[in-house]
């Protein structure tokens, strides 16, 4: 697991360093939040993401940022796919923390 984060992280600085790094969806929603503005930290978050979720994911998982309810509603959902996406961020969110210093 650590060399798979390692290799993750220094993909994402290789890419930052040659200019092609494009912010994902879940740095741009982390920077247009209320909480957000750390480029840093939200771009390391996003790194996360690319470790732990699918683009679809991500997508869906950055409408939180804007929507609460939205994370909420899928939380409590009885939805066998909302559950096993519950998963999935739960993982992405444990990870952040992990790698992030959260």
């Known amino acids: ?8 992280a220094v993909a994402a600085s290789f890419a930052v360093f040659s200019g092609v790094a494009e912010a994902g969806p879940i740095e741009k929603a982390c920077m247009a939040s209320d ?3 750390n ?3 939200c771009g390391c978050i ?5 470790m732990t ?3 679809g994911d991500q997508r869906r998982a950055a409408k939180f ?17 909302d559950d096993a996406f519950w998963e ?3 993982s992405f969110g444990q990870t952040a923390e992990a ?3 959260g």
Request: glycine share 8%; with cysteine.
């Open 35 to 37: 909480r957000g503005g």
């Open 1 to 8: 697991m650590k060399s798979y984060l390692f290799a993750a």
């Open 39 to 41: 480029r840093s930290l």
């Open 46 to 50: 996003q790194q996360a993401a690319d």
């Open 65 to 81: 940022f804007k929507d609460p309810e939205a994370a909420h509603a899928t939380w409590v959902s009885q939805s066998s796919s």
């Open 53 to 55: 979720l699918s683009g």
């Open 99 to 101: 790698y992030c210093g």
């Open 88 to 90: 999935r961020y739960k």
